[in-house]
């Protein structure tokens, strides 16, 4: 298992009840497609822009009641089903334009100046996703919404920094320009794979704030009752997991990246059941 953003959408998964998981697919469907024309394939800037501008059209029809696509429309096989989806559950459309611009901020913005700006990019690519499944679990408050954005947020850092050598070849560095001067590293160093005592140092402090944001979030497993708060405990208890192993590996992603395996569910499962009696599990990053 990899701790990427779409990954843990919780897709079909047998913990997500039936009658939530044809609307989460054509959540999931949206979001995947969109992610892909930001980031996948060898089309040119202004082509995957203006077929996301082509996606924010689409969902002003929805949003306005009328999906005016035609069926030979590759659009229409996404955002016919999403708007049954969205008018059915009443779900709000501010998510979604939201995870719209996030994808367009993809293809033109590779680099962050600051931790702010980073943030805020999360507050637009990964909290709209938990936003709109507390819409669908009819289980939106302000406690639910602040713990649901916290999580989200931990688990977009957490898929930055598990992916720091893939994103790199992507052309890609989301750890925060001002950050990295702060400790003395360089572009130079991400090339070289140069794992030393300051790009351990620069990691730990960005695995902590990943952890910190998903031991804020992990509350919300616990309110959500049932099925439902049981997968989203797994879901924590996994980004937890792959923190772990970045600090395991001392911070050196580049020779090898951090991934979840089969003999860690049942680590994972133990730990989400025992989450409710249990302060949220800090590791030592001295054993496995």
Not at 9 to 20: D, G, I, M, N, T
Request: hydrophobic share 40%.
């Amino acid at each position: 298992m990899a701790v990427d953003h779409y990954e843990n959408f919780p897709v079909a998964s047998l913990l997500l009840p039936k009658e939530l998981r044809e609307p989460v697919t054509h959540i999931y469907q949206f979001a995947r497609s969109a992610d892909d024309i930001a980031d996948e394939g060898d089309s040119l800037p202004n082509q995957r822009l203006a077929l996301l501008a082509e996606y924010r059209a689409a969902l002003r029809q929805l949003q306005e009641g009328e999906l005016l696509l035609p069926p030979s429309d590759p659009r229409h096989k996404i955002f016919e089903p999403l708007g049954r989806s969205i008018q059915r559950l009443d779900l709000p459309m501010a998510p979604f334009f939201d995870l719209l611009s996030a994808f367009e901020q993809d293809v033109v913005m590779h680099r962050y100046p600051s931790q702010e700006a980073l943030l805020d990019y999360c507050s637009r690519s990964a909290n709209p996703v938990g936003r709109l499944m507390l819409h669908l679990y009819d289980a939106v408050d302000e406690a639910n919404l602040r713990d649901s954005d916290a999580i989200c947020t931990g688990l977009q850092l957490t898929n930055f920094w598990q992916d720091v050598a893939i994103d790199w070849l992507k052309g890609r560095v989301y750890i925060p320009q001002d950050t990295m001067a702060r400790h003395a590293v360089g572009e130079d160093d991400i090339a070289a794979g140069r794992a030393d005592a300051a790009w351990q140092a620069l990691m730990h402090e960005q695995v902590q704030q990943a952890r910190h944001c998903l031991l804020a979030g992990a509350p919300l497993a616990l309110r959500l009752r049932g099925r439902v708060g049981l997968e989203l405990r797994l879901v924590v208890q996994g980004g937890l997991r792959i923190l772990e192993r970045l600090e395991q590996l001392h911070y050196d992603m580049f020779t090898r990246r951090p991934t979840i395996g089969k003999p860690d569910w049942i680590l994972l499962l133990w730990r989400a059941l025992h989450q409710s009696r249990n302060a949220p599990h800090q590791p030592d990053p001295d054993n496995a």
